[in-house]
């Protein structure tokens, strides 16, 4: 007797799952090169339609135009064509082949890029300037600076710092300050405080974004105040008796009115020459 076995044979078809969508990246309503921190808009268009949930997204290249680590600049909730807008990070570096994609979320799509290159320009500053290279604690002078590409954003402030002086920002004094987002100078003062020193340098601190300028590169002198020993005529006096006593000031730094105004002091010692607890014998106020 015959028997039939009917054998089942099962084929597995594996289907690749494929979407109709499509996104193409367009033109930019403004026109590069772009600054760090600029902002503009982005358009792009659709074939077929994205799911209610979909958000576009905006995505930056690296330098070089290469999606594999991008940014993000941008996103919008629609299932349509339209417009991104998109700001590039005002921390983003140079460069001159930069290209912008969107990609959708639902379903999950990459676009074409935009298709050209285009340059990003950076917010920094270049090396500040003055012309003094010895100064008097006091001293007030110009210090100038420019910028390598772009202007600062909106409401920038560029505030002086000083180093020790051995040319370290390591604990900078704090000069004067301008608010502005352009190229310029701000008018310094060296406090009256600063220590005499050889090797002082001065830099410009930015805030927004926050940005620090090279040192001025050369070494500024910081003279000291000092008195020379005073001089009159005589070598002995009657209890009472008047006399002129002459003074100069050591590395022509005249001493400051501010914070409060000076006053030189002539002072007597003991019988013994101690000024251990002098005497005051007649002052004047003045700054030289």
């Not at 700001?87 to 570096?93: C, L």
């Not at 210090?143 to 002086?165: E, P, W």
Request: hydrophobic share 35%; proline share 6%; aromatic share 10%.
């Amino acid at each position: 007797m015959l028997r039939y076995v009917l054998v089942g044979l099962a084929i597995c078809i594996s289907t690749i799952k494929s979407f109709s969508q499509t996104i193409t990246t367009g033109s930019f309503d403004s026109s590069p090169p772009f600054c760090s921190g600029a902002s503009f808009n982005v358009l792009y268009s659709i074939t077929e339609t994205f799911a209610a949930d979909n958000i576009f997204t905006a995505q930056l290249s690296d330098p070089n135009g290469s999606f594999a680590s991008p940014v993000t600049i941008g996103s919008a909730a629609s299932t349509f064509a339209g417009q991104i807008t998109v700001s590039i990070p005002a921390s983003q570096s140079a460069g001159v082949s930069y290209r912008i994609r969107v990609v959708g979320s639902s379903p999950s799509i990459s676009g074409a890029d935009n298709g050209t290159d285009f340059t990003i320009k950076v917010i920094d500053l270049n090396t500040p300037t003055f012309t003094e290279a010895i100064v008097c604690p006091g001293a007030s002078f110009s210090l100038s600076y420019t910028l390598v590409d772009c202007d600062f954003l909106s409401g920038n402030v560029f505030t002086a710092q000083l180093s020790n002086a051995s040319g370290s920002f390591a604990s900078p004094t704090t000069l004067q300050s301008t608010t502005t987002n352009g190229a310029g100078s701000v008018n310094i003062t060296i406090p009256t405080s600063t220590p005499a020193g050889t090797g002082y340098r001065i830099r410009l601190v930015a805030s927004n974004p926050v940005r620090t300028s090279p040192d001025n590169g050369t070494n500024l002198k910081v003279n000291a105040y000092g008195i020379d020993a005073p001089t009159f005529i005589g070598t002995s006096f009657c209890q009472g008796e008047s006399l002129t006593i002459s003074y100069t000031i050591q590395n022509g730094c005249g001493f400051p009115f501010l914070p409060s105004d000076n006053v030189f002091t002539a002072q007597l010692s003991n019988a013994s020459g101690s000024f251990a607890s002098p005497i005051n014998i007649g002052s004047v106020s003045s700054t030289n």
